[in-house]
């Protein structure tokens, strides 16, 4: 596993953010939707940056979580999680270097990668925004500037991941 990119890939979100939620793209629409004024947007900027190292950190939580995701040579661990030389050295293990040298490399591009974010915005992540936001009273606009927005966001991490760490 290459922690550089998972790191990398964990920026993804607050650099597409700040193309995505520009006023000129969707930053008005969400900020009408959410009912900001310019006012209440030009205070939330003494904020910016512990805002910014929050979000990063967070993203970089949900890079880790797409590594099995989009990596599916992850799964060989769990199925030989209990065999001999597995915790101490799992190259060692001989069924795990069979496997790794056989598929290790197998559906490590960026599209498979992409596909995989993709799958995990629509099926995972846009149904909790919506079921957090059904309750709110929020917009299918401001659900689909959400959603669009962290889909996007997990279709590129997701890519970076799988062609790169």
């Known amino acids: 596993m290459n ?9 993804v979100p607050a650099l597409l953010g700040m193309i995505w939620y520009h006023p000129s793209l969707f930053g008005k629409a969400w900020q009408n939707e959410v009912g900001h004024t310019d006012e209440k947007v030009a205070a939330m900027r003494s904020k910016m ?13 949900i890079a880790f ?4 995701i989009v990596n599916h040579q992850w799964g060989v661990f769990s199925l030989l999680e ?3 030389g597995m915790h101490d050295d799992p190259p060692s293990n001989p069924d795990f270097k ?19 974010g993709l799958i ?26 959400q959603a669009g927005y962290w889909i996007l966001s997990l279709i590129l991490m997701g890519g970076i991941i799988c062609q790169w760490a």
């Open 82 to 84: 209990n065999q001999p």
């Open 49 to 61: 940056m512990l805002n910014m190292v929050i979000m990063i950190v967070f993203s970089i939580f």
């Open 120 to 145: 995990t915005g629509l099926l995972f992540v846009f149904p909790l925004i919506r079921l957090t936001t059904l309750w709110e009273g929020k917009s299918w606009k401001f659900v689909f500037i």
């Open 65 to 68: 979580m797409l590594m099995p």
């Open 3 to 11: 922690f550089l990119i998972v790191l990398v890939a964990g920026l």
């Open 98 to 116: 069979m496997m790794m040298d056989k598929y290790g490399t197998n559906f490590r591009s960026f599209g498979h990668g992409a596909l995989h």
